[in-house]
């Protein structure tokens, strides 16, 4: 059975943006298909450019939205920023190459009248490409991203989940005598009915109630309607303080034949703004 991995991005509204229609839940990779495509800081064709892309560029799709212009709706896809990308943060919250404080606005431009394009963690490194007056231009981190025409990026499908098989480490030879001592089998997994993969997934984290795990991820409200997507839990991580957030984990999910859904392993979580 296939598992289709989908990730649901949250945007908080600015005061004049064209108004957002709907919502889909598109990820993966994607190729462009025209020459000198621009890449906007809003889902709006009279957002600010941030940066260029052409024929065959690879971006990295983390969302989309449908939004009406004028009295059309347009499809626009959130991808990650290339490097070439324009970025900006006050030089004053910069030291060493590193943010001195947390949710930094990464904006589109030189001042506080650009639109935010991304956001800093204290101490997370950047790299400085220049610094004029009170602002300084870094490469676009990960976080960073901007949107483009859907109908300029062709979506690639996502992979078909690899198959779980049991991996045995073959018994060592040794001479005789003495007769060697028994070899350990090493198994990946003895449930053939349990599907594992590497995921990235957003939503809204909740307490689930449940005892199959205590955490799940929601869909984002539509129509006093929610959905769960996953089931969340982690050895290592305290996820009470993501609970009521929109948060983007990663993890091994497990999806055992005859559950209705997965359980993530989480190994990492962050705040989508």
């Known amino acids: 059975f296939a598992i289709l991995v989908v990730a649901a991005v949250t945007v908080r509204a600015d005061s004049g943006a064209a108004p957002v229609t709907a919502v889909a839940n598109v990820t993966g990779n994607g190729t462009v298909k025209g020459d000198r495509v621009n890449v906007r800081s809003r889902p709006s064709t009279g957002a600010e450019v941030v940066a260029q892309l052409n024929k065959g560029d690879s971006v990295d799709v983390r969302g989309s939205k449908s939004v009406t ?10 991808v990650a920023l290339p490097a070439s990308g324009k970025a900006f943060v006050s030089s004053k919250l910069v030291s060493g190459g590193a943010a001195t404080a947390d949710g930094i606005n990464v904006r589109s431009g030189p001042g506080t009248n650009y639109r935010d394009i991304g956001k800093l963690a204290k101490g997370e490194k950047v790299e400085v490409v220049k610094t004029v007056g009170e602002w300084s231009q870094i490469k676009p981190t990960a976080n960073c991203t901007g949107w483009v025409s859907a109908d300029l990026i062709e979506i690639a499908p996502p992979p078909a989940p690899a198959p779980v098989t049991e991996v045995v480490t073959p018994p060592v030879a040794a001479p005789l005598p003495p007769a060697p001592a028994a070899t350990e089998v090493k198994v990946v997994s003895t449930d053939p009915d349990v599907q594992v993969q590497y995921v990235i997934k957003t939503g809204i984290l909740q307490s689930s109630g449940r ?18 997507r996953d089931f969340l839990e982690s050895p290592d991580i305290n996820l009470d303080r993501y609970i009521g957030k929109t948060v983007r984990v990663q993890g091994n999910e497990k999806w055992k034949r005859g559950d209705r859904y997965p359980i993530i392993i989480v190994d990492r979580v962050d705040i989508v703004w």
């Open 69 to 78: 212009e004028g009295g059309k709706t347009r499809e626009w896809l959130q």
């Open 211 to 228: 005892d199959i795990a205590p955490y799940q991820l929601m869909t984002e409200e539509k129509n006093r309607l929610q959905h769960r």
